[in-house]
């Protein structure tokens, strides 16, 4: 079985040297937070974060130098005292303003809001967008993303091998992954008595109506597919409807409470779901003000996945997005937003960043933000789907989580 993930027992609690920023902000209206360990006192004395705010200095930009920036909540580090955050040191060090906003909670849901302006031909405020990789693939296709400034982005090198070139966009001219992660099970051991040790424990009737899923299709049902023996890498209908018939019936029962975004991290902390599908380096964050959080990657396997950054057709400031690109590829600041995320990072040097701080050092070493060969081994990437494929795999989950 593999041991649930506990921050104290890896090393990651905080140090003396270490902050925590609580944000109460998820989408527009909701809650969560970061952990904002300190980095190497030589690169800035600490990480952080910010969502706008005034620049100082840089190289001399004005007003009219702005950059939008749609992301998923606590997946940045942010401002702290004495110690800017990574939106506050980009302002400072490149004179270009930014709005930073967190405002993907799930993304259908943003996709939703977003198709009519694109279909239109119509540009959007954001010049840069942060989705999963099989909604990027969609976008792609339908011609609506622009080719990102590479030629302006010499840090694009840092780019770990596995995260190169994916299947969806080859050549590498649309997209440039911002974290990856895993999805998994998240639980609240005091909630529920007992560690858990896989996908069934989330059926267990002593825990009816505290247990939450994801609206994210993939890792919702490839995790049950996985647990039922199912080769998610090359999805199939038939193989799938064992588990969807499970999901639907445990949504019947009110054995689930509900289907969530990223706003399942409110619940988990008000100790309304003892368990649910998570996200690692939410419940890594999460547990710092809650400690009896775990993070569980069960034995049958979890989902492994990629954000990337995407800048929309039209986009105003596409210099100022090879600025932002380039600087958050560089090792020592993909490092400060590593440490505060603790999920997966795209950048090849920031293991050896962290290495060298004592205060971030266990991070290093943490299999949930750098798998060794047997994490590796228990994590699956969902294959792909026709367009057909895709219309009736979400039409069956639509009528499951709407239901």
């Known amino acids: 079985m593999t041991r649930p993930f506990t921050p104290s027992r890896s090393g990651s609690a905080p140090s003396p040297r270490s902050r925590r920023v609580f944000l109460r902000q998820l989408g527009l209206a909701a809650a969560g937070v970061a952990l904002t360990p300190p980095l190497l006192q030589a690169c800035g004395g600490g990480a952080g974060g910010g969502t706008g705010g005034q620049s100082e200095g840089g190289d001399g930009g004005g007003k009219d130098r702005e950059l939008v ?75 609506w993303m622009e080719p ?51 996908i069934d424990d989330l059926f267990d009737p002593a825990l009816k109506g505290r247990v939450s899923a994801l609206l994210e299709m993939r890792d919702t049902m490839g995790l049950l597919m996985l647990a039922d023996g199912q080769d998610i890498t090359r999805p199939t209908w038939a193989a799938a409807q064992p588990s969807f018939d ?18 399942y991290q409110t619940d988990l902390l008000a100790g309304n779901l003892a368990a649910c599908i998570g996200w690692s380096g939410d419940v890594a964050q999460l547990s710092m003000e809650q400690p009896d959080l775990r993070f569980l990657v069960p034995d049958s396997g979890s989902v492994l996945w990629a954000d990337v950054m995407l800048m929309p057709k039209g986009a105003r400031h596409p210099q100022e997005v090879a600025r932002w690109l380039n600087w958050v590829y560089e090792p020592v600041e993909a490092a400060r937003i590593a440490a505060a995320v603790q999920y997966i990072s795209p950048v090849e040097g920031v293991r050896e960043v962290l290495a060298k701080d004592p205060a971030t050092a266990p991070l290093a070493n943490n299999p949930l933000m750098f798998p060794d060969a047997a994490m590796q081994k228990k994590l699956h990437v969902f294959g792909p789907l026709s367009d057909q494929e895709e219309a009736r795999w979400e039409e069956r989950f639509a009528r499951i989580t709407e239901g």
């Open 69 to 143: 920036i749609s992301n998923f909540p606590l997946y940045i580090d942010v401002d702290a005292p004495g110690a800017p955050g990574s939106v506050s040191r980009f302002q400072k060090d490149t004179g270009i303003q930014v709005r930073y906003i967190e405002d993907v909670n799930d993304v259908r849901q943003f996709f939703a809001r977003i198709q009519p302006q694109l279909a239109a031909g119509r540009p959007l405020a954001q010049d840069l967008i942060v989705l999963t990789g099989w909604m990027a693939e969609r976008l792609i296709r339908l011609g």
């Open 148 to 198: 990102l400034p590479l030629a302006e982005v010499p840090n694009a090198r840092n780019l770990v091998p596995s995260l190169r070139k994916p299947s969806w966009d080859p050549e590498q001219r649309f997209s440039l992954p911002w974290q990856s992660g895993i999805a998994g099970i998240a639980y609240n051991i005091k909630a529920t008595g007992r560690e858990l040790r896989g």
């Open 246 to 263: 499970r999901l639907e019936q445990a949504r019947k029962d009110g054995q689930i409470r509900r289907f969530t975004g990223n706003d």
